[in-house]
Each structure stands twice: as structure tokens, then as C-alpha cells.
């Protein structure tokens, strides 16, 4: 009786040592860059999906031209950065493209943005 009490005690206070987790919270932006039209020719019933690119994504603020941050997308062409909250331009230089089209976004505090990247592929 008395080892379970004591074990009881024990527990209890290594449990109240150890205090409240930190709570860490982020922002900033999550997205994909593809490139399309992919195929010369789309026909009904026959989807001509846009292709991941991997390129370059840099993001400044809408009052500055200096990065705030800068990332490159995978072979999914996904990616990830994290950014305080605020107005921004994301730009893509991805080779093997025609330009990609700048996309302005705004990150709310503690949230990650979706971001979607169209790139010219040339194909009309």
C-alpha cells in the first residue's frame, strides 16, 4: 500500500513538472507550380492535366523589392515557406517555360496560404 502511494505521488509530480507545452505557430505560404496546356490538342472525354515544374519562387513584400523569402519547388512542384503575416508577391523563374504570372497574396497570422502557379508552356 505504501509503494502505491508513494508511486502515485511520484507520477503526480512528474506530471506538474513538466508544465504546459509551447505552442508554436506559423504563417506563410504552401503551394504547386505547373505549366500548361501540355497537349497541342485537347479532345472531350481525354483530360490534358498541367505538369509540375520545378523552379525558383521568390516572395517580396508589396512595399519592397527585397525577398522576404526564397524557396525552390520539388519535382511535384510543391512547396513551402514561412512568412510573417502580410501582403506579398510571389514570382516563379522556372526553366523550360515561358514566364510565369506573378500572384499576389495575403498571410492572415498563425495560416498558410494556398498558392496555385500557372506557367506558360508555349503549347496553343
Known amino acids: 500500500m505504501m509503494f502505491?502511494?508513494?508511486?502515485?505521488?511520484?507520477m503526480l509530480f512528474v506530471l506538474a513538472s513538466c508544465g504546459a507545452?509551447?505552442?508554436v505557430t506559423e504563417s506563410?505560404?504552401?503551394?504547386q507550380v505547373t505549366?500548361?496546356?501540355?497537349?497541342p490538342v485537347e479532345e472531350p472525354g481525354r483530360p490534358c492535366a498541367n505538369r509540375p515544374v520545378v523552379g525558383l519562387i521568390r516572395v517580396t513584400p508589396?512595399?519592397?523589392?527585397?525577398?522576404a523569402g526564397v524557396t525552390k519547388s520539388?519535382?511535384?512542384g510543391k512547396f513551402r515557406l514561412t512568412l510573417a503575416p502580410g501582403r506579398?508577391?510571389?514570382?516563379?523563374?522556372?526553366?523550360?517555360?515561358f514566364g510565369c504570372?506573378?500572384?499576389?497574396?495575403?498571410?492572415p497570422k498563425d495560416t498558410f496560404v494556398q498558392a496555385s502557379i500557372i506557367c506558360e508552356s508555349g503549347i496553343r
Open 21 to 23: 507545452p509551447d505552442i
Open 35 to 39: 505549366t500548361g496546356p501540355t497537349c
Open 101 to 107: 504570372k506573378p500572384l499576389d497574396i495575403q498571410i
Open 88 to 97: 506579398y508577391t510571389v514570382t516563379v523563374s522556372a526553366p523550360g517555360t
Open 4 to 10: 502505491a502511494k508513494t508511486l502515485v505521488f511520484g
Open 28 to 31: 506563410g505560404v504552401i503551394g
Open 62 to 67: 508589396l512595399t519592397s523589392d527585397e525577398a
Open 74 to 76: 520539388d519535382e511535384d
